[in-house]
Each structure stands twice: as C-alpha cells, then as structure tokens.
C-alpha cells in the first residue's frame, strides 16, 4: 500500500509509483512520453527506474510547495488532467515545459503536440503572457506549420540561425519532396532509422541523382548530427556553399568544351 486507499501491484511503472507516494503528478518532460511527445533526451527519474537517465529528478506537480529531493516542483495545474493516471493535462505539461527546459528540448516537445492537432501556438501564447513568459512565447515562435519529425525542427531552427534560407517539405521535379531546400540550390535530407534499410537506401541515392540532374547539390545528415553535432553539419553546409559561390561544382568553367553536344 503506498498510502491509505492506494495499492500497487509488482511490475508496477516506478515513475506513476513515486508521483503517488509525492501526492503530485507528473508533468513537463516526466509527463511527456504519456502524451507520446518528442524529447531529446531521456528525463529524469526515480533512482533505479528505468527512465533515471538523468540526475535532475522527476517533475511534478505537487502544489503544497514543500522542497522534496530528487524533485523538481512546478505550478500548481489549472487544466484537466489525464483521465485515469497521476499525470498532469497536456495543456499544463506544455507550459511547465516550455518555462523550464531549455529552448531546443521545450522547442520538440512544443512541436510534437502541435504538429499532431493537440493543441495549438495561439492557445499556449494566450497562457504565457508578461515579461516572465517571453523566453517560452519566443520558443513558440520556433514552431513549424509542419514538421514531421523532431529532427526537422531543429534543423531548421539551426539553419535559420546560421543565416541560411530555408524552405521545409518542397516539392522538386523529378525527386518528391524534399526535407530541406537551402539558398534554392542545396537538398538537406534528414534521416532517420528507416533510412538506413537497404530498400531506402537506394531510393535515396535516386533521389540524390534527380537533385543533381536539376542541378541541385544534396546532401544527408542523421540523429547524431542534428542533435549532438548541429554546429559540424551547419558548418559543413557553408563550406559546400562557399565551393559553390566560387565556382567549385562548375567545372565547365575550367574545361570549356568538355561537355558532348546534346
């Protein structure tokens, strides 16, 4: 018996257990994966539980104020909650997030929701208003109409940030659409697991051929790129735009004459 009224049975999620024992739910990035929201990174967790991937401690909502370890206490909720568990309504999940985590892991889990109809950008700014709420209402902005995958989101909020122009999810002849179009001249594609199978492997390779027939350049970048090594993809992406201010994939420039009459 965890307290008077409440039992648990073995095997039982440790994480529901500890929210229970704190007399609070859960929410922001230890709420998420109920609502089946993006996060980067695993959340924090009840010692020897299977989501401690982190030393910060288990987010809730307790709303008494008193100082717990291993616990990180927001707001009190003022949304309705989950149904049936100890976990925080989306709506006050998202806006404890989005003032407590930093931009980019607040940023995922903001588009996840939104990307998928659960709620909207309008909604959340018209709960984060004042100075107090301008770092999460300026997240907000962040937001894509659509994105598919977190590694979308970040992407682009890192080439925006880089000074680059960028159109998400174009439609090019010959090739389909197309994750990322940079300057009008550079293809990003971002992969994921599935690209990584043989069938897609090829069909990916095609795709690079169509870009390069339409006299785009393309290239591909992954999990570990977009989220660990953003400033090594960014600056790769400049340097074959540099090559291609200057001429490099223009060969013709060289050795005129070198191409057969069509």
């Not at 997240?139 to 159109?167: C, I, K, M, Q, Y």
């Not at 043989?198 to 870009?211: G, L, M």
């Not at 953003?230 to 291609?244: A, D, F, G, K, S």
Request: aromatic letters at 6%.
């Amino acid at each position: 018996m965890l307290r008077r009224g409440i039992y648990t049975i073995e095997g039982a999620d440790p994480v529901i257990i500890a929210a229970l024992q704190a007399n609070g739910v859960l929410t922001c990035v230890s709420a998420a994966r109920f609502y089946n929201l993006w996060q980067l990174h695993e959340p924090g967790g009840v010692q020897g539980s299977r989501s401690s991937q982190r030393s910060e401690g288990l987010h809730l909502s307790c709303g008494n104020g008193l100082v717990r370890d291993g616990v990180v206490d927001h707001a009190r909720c003022t949304h309705p909650g989950h149904p049936y568990l100890p976990v925080a309504g989306l709506a006050d999940v998202l806006i404890h997030a989005l003032r407590c985590r930093p931009e980019l892991e607040s940023l995922v889990i903001a588009q996840s929701a939104i990307s998928r109809g659960l709620i909207t950008t309008d909604f959340l700014n018209a709960k984060l208003l004042g100075n107090r709420n301008g770092a999460a209402r300026a997240v907000l902005d962040l937001v894509l109409p659509r994105a598919d995958s977190l590694l979308e989101v970040l992407a682009h909020t890192h080439f925006v940030r880089a000074g680059l122009r960028v159109r998400m999810h174009v439609e090019l002849a010959g090739v389909g659409e197309a994750d990322c179009l940079i300057n009008e001249c550079l293809v990003v594609e971002l992969d994921g697991r599935t690209h990584l199978e043989a069938r897609q492997v090829k069909k990916d390779r095609y795709r690079d051929n169509a870009s390069v027939r339409g006299g785009l350049l393309a290239l591909h970048y992954y999990y570990e790129d977009v989220v660990h090594r953003p400033e090594e993809m960014v600056n790769e992406i400049l340097t074959v735009l540099r090559h291609r201010e200057v001429g490099h994939f223009a060969p013709a420039r060289y050795a005129p004459g070198w191409v057969p009459p069509s």
